[in-house]
Structures are given as C-alpha cells and as structure tokens.
C-alpha cells in the first residue's frame, strides 16, 4: 500500500514538473515575437523621432545664434571738462558745491579770480568726482546754471591694466605663502634671512600693486569733472561805488606814503653808517678849498 503511495506521488509530481516545464517552455518560446514587436515599435519610434530631434537641434541652434552674447563690463575711467558763462560766479560756485553734496562727490580743488580791472571778468574753477553713474545727470544739472561754452567727455579703458594687475596680485600671493612654508621649514639661520629677504620684497610688491590697483578702480568708479566759471561781459558788472574808490584810492596812497617814508629811514641808516667816511671826504674838500683859494698863499712863501 505505501509502494502504491510512493508509486503515485512520484507520477504526480513528475506530471507537476512536466506541467511547468512546458508552461516555462511555452513563455519562453512566446516571448520573442512579443519582443519583437516592441523592438519593431520602438525602432519605428526612434526612427520617426530622428527628423523632430534634428529640428529641435536646428531650433536649438538658431536660438543660440538668436541670443546676444554677454560682454564683459567695460571699465572705463572718465574725465569730463565743460565751461559755462554765467551772471554771478559766486552764486554759481555755491549752486555747484551743492550739487556736488547731492550727487555723493567729492570737492577736489576750488579757485576764484577776482577781477582787479575794472573791465576784466571775474572767473572760477571747481575740480570735483562724482559716481560714474551720475556723471551724465550731473553734467546736465551743471549746464543749466549758464551758456555752455564747451563741453568735452573723455574715456579711457582700464580693463586691462586692473585685470594684469589682479593677475599680479596672485601670482605674488601664491609666492607669498610657498616662501613662508620654505621659511618655516628653513633650517639654518643664513637660509632663514635669505627667505625672509625674499618675502619681505614680495609683500613690498604685493602693496604698491594693491595701491595702484586700488587707485585704478577708484578712478573708475568715480569720475572727475573740471568745470570753468566764467563772468558775463564787464559791462553788465555791478560798478564800484564813490566810497570804495574812495577807499581804494586812500589805501593806495598810505601804502605809498609808507613806502616813501620807510626808504628815507633807509636811506638815513646808511647816511649814519658811512657818516665818518663822508666827514673826512667833506673836511678834507673844504680844506681844500680853502687852501686852493687863498691869494696870501704865494706871497707867504716868497718872504
């Protein structure tokens, strides 16, 4: 009875094995049309694909060349020069020193010439800087106080110059730090002094290149003005009053009183130097004289 059981079990789980090694069989041999088709689709999709990729790459490359492309920032230094006509310098200096307040500049120089002619103009000069940013404004604030005589605007790229220097800077700072590990690991005393020589002309370098690079990009964030004053014509000057010249006309004449009394004080000092000098030349003159005119004087010698 259990050979039977054992009989059967075996049989059943041969046609078990037999079941689903065909069933694996069967999926096996199924599987490939499947997936050919969907190589067969996708090979279809990619090659549909091809002409819509080609077109975005030209859309790609006509945007790219539809782009602008991006400049560097130039750095520019610039210097402006204008000349105005005006009805009062005074007024105008003092227009201009507030506008220069206003627009976060800097006076640098201010000259006033009053006219001693009475038919010269008064003129003025004012140097300032002012943000390069408010240049344009500030020229346009500045030609309104007056006629425009002039007006001249001059740049100068710097760009290079700031970039050589901050390629100057870094090398001598790499410089700087390999010379203070070799200084670190230097030995002898000679080799130490030798290194911090070297790094010292380094850190020299690295200042005075600091400072003019410094000096370059603060010649390019701030511009310089040079504005020039200058009155209307002399007739339109406001005429000295009868006291003032009367004043004038006082001062001058005790400044020359003065310089006339001052040269006879002068002049008595040297007198009283050479006083004995002059005693002796008149003394010995008047003797002289006397002699000289004497009619006795032969007579006396004959007896």
Known sequence: MKNNRVIFAAALGGLIFTGCASTMDTQTKSVPPSLDR???????????????????SQKLANSAQV???????SQLIKKATISLVVESVEKTMATVTQLIHKQ?????????????DEFARHTGLIQMRVPQSSLDATLDELAKLGNVKNRNITAEDAGD???????QLTNLRRTEANLQKIMDKAGSV???????QELSNVRNSIERIDAQLKNLQNQVTYSSITLNLEAAIS????????????????????SSLSKF??????????LMVY?????????????YKRWHSNPNRGGKVGD
């Open 38 to 56: 969907k190589n067969l689709n996708q090979m279809e999709n990619n090659t549909a694909s091809i002409p819509q990729s080609a077109d975005t």
């Open 67 to 73: 782009l602008p492309v991006k400049q560097i920032k």
């Open 104 to 116: 976060q500049g800097d006076l640098i120089k201010l000259t006033e010439n009053q006219p001693k």
């Open 161 to 167: 110059r700031i970039v050589d220097f901050q390629a």
């Open 190 to 196: 000679r080799d130490t002094l030798s290194v911090s």
């Open 235 to 254: 007739s339109k000057n406001p005429q000295r009053g009868f006291g003032l010249q009367v004043q004038e006309t006082w001062g001058k004449s005790t």
């Open 261 to 270: 009394s001052m040269g006879l004080v002068k002049l008595a000092i040297w």
């Open 275 to 287: 006083s004995p000098y002059l005693f002796i030349i008149i003394t010995v003159a008047y003797g």
